[in-house]
């Protein structure tokens, strides 16, 4: 799903201080996984309890994007201007390599149209909430994270309608001009709302920042849930198939990631960054696209759903696994790494 705020502390270029902030950051991500796996089994063994939530998805979603908005600061969008060539690449590699590796995966394992709508689409979105804090954890470079996730979130209703159009149009037919108008709703608008309500409240959103990740987790668990209801026969069918699909896009996402930044010489910090950034998409944009576009073939959506469960799963494994290895200070480091605020 989209990354979310990116509230943070200033650190020196020596180990960073964790302040309440960051610790309750830690704990939301840390805690998501879990919440999202419960929510999913909700869903899929009481199908009938979030049906009536169905319908408030997309609205649910604008909540998790407000939370990213009333985070975002000045510093994060004059990030991408000192960076440019950097962020370009990390944009460019979410948006080639995890729309080409949907339409492969499809393709390979000879997925039904629904199915291959739902991993394609998955593919095409945005990258994910919780990318930020994962690279923090795995001592990546965070602010490159942030830079990435903002420019992906903002070029969505362009980007994402379109690639899913032409990859996954043979498939069925995909409204384009219908999502174009769908993500700016529930996506964009949420977020310059919520950065709008950062400058006029800044004061009250700092006393409030950390309900936003928990914010973001009820709402993110509960979309899970809702589509996991709805799509519930599908899975019974075509689970494993699914989390097949699933499993090999995300793994394919982080490690192609991370490959991009050493082809392109960047150093370690920076190629743990792109590994989350690509490797893990805003799966909620994608579920709630397909609950409102291809709502006749719900196995649409059930990619997205299982996607959301396993990405949170396999990043925080990552990012400790990568935690555990020296990673080597640049002079160009950034000073101003910390925890986004709300995943």
């Not at 929510?39 to 899929?44: D, N």
């Not at 004059?78 to 729309?99: E, S």
């Not at 990740?213 to 689970?239: E, K, Y």
């Not at 959506?301 to 935690?323: E, K």
């Amino acid at each position: 799903m989209v990354a979310a705020s990116i509230h943070r502390v200033t650190t020196t270029r020596t180990a960073p201080t964790r302040t309440p902030a960051d610790r309750n950051a830690v704990l939301a991500v840390t805690v998501f996984p879990l919440l999202v796996i419960a929510a999913g089994a909700t869903g899929f063994f009481l199908p009938g309890t979030f049906a009536p939530v169905t319908a408030s998805v997309p609205y649910l979603l604008g909540v998790v994007m407000f939370c990213m908005g009333v985070t975002l600061t000045p510093p994060d969008f004059a990030r991408i201007a000192r960076r440019p060539w950097v962020v370009l690449l990390g944009l460019v590699a979410h948006y080639v390599i995890m729309p080409l590796a949907g339409w492969t995966i499809a393709h390979v394992l000879g997925l039904s149209p629904a199915l291959a709508v739902g991993v394609i689409l998955v593919g095409c979105a945005p990258s994910g909430t919780a990318s930020n804090v994962m690279a923090y954890l795995a001592k990546g470079d965070v602010a490159l994270s942030v830079s990435v996730a903002t420019l992906s979130t903002l070029l969505a209703p362009v980007l994402t309608p379109l690639l899913t159009l032409w990859l996954a149009g043979h498939y069925l037919h995909v409204p384009a001009g219908a999502m174009f108008l769908d993500i700016v709703k529930t996506v964009l608008l949420p977020v310059v709302v919520g950065v709008l309500v950062r400058v006029v409240a800044g004061r009250w959103v700092d006393r409030l920042s950390n309900a936003f990740p928990w914010l973001s987790v009820a709402a993110i668990a509960v979309i899970v849930a809702a589509v996991m209801g709805n799509s519930a026969d599908a899975f019974r069918t075509s689970g494993l198939l699914v989390l097949v699909a699933v499993v090999l896009h995300n793994g394919f996402g982080l490690f192609l990631g991370y490959l991009a930044g050493r082809a392109a010489r960047l150093d370690h910090r920076a190629r743990r960054a792109l590994a989350f950034e690509v490797g893990m998409q805003n799966s909620g944009l994608a579920a709630s696209l397909a609950a409102a576009h291809f709502a006749a073939m719900p196995a649409a959506a059930l990619p997205p759903a299982v996607f959301s469960v396993w990405h949170n799963i396999s990043g925080a494994l990552t990012a400790a696994w990568l935690a555990r290895k020296p990673v080597a200070e640049t002079a160009d480091a950034p000073a101003d790494e910390g925890v986004p605020a709300s995943v």
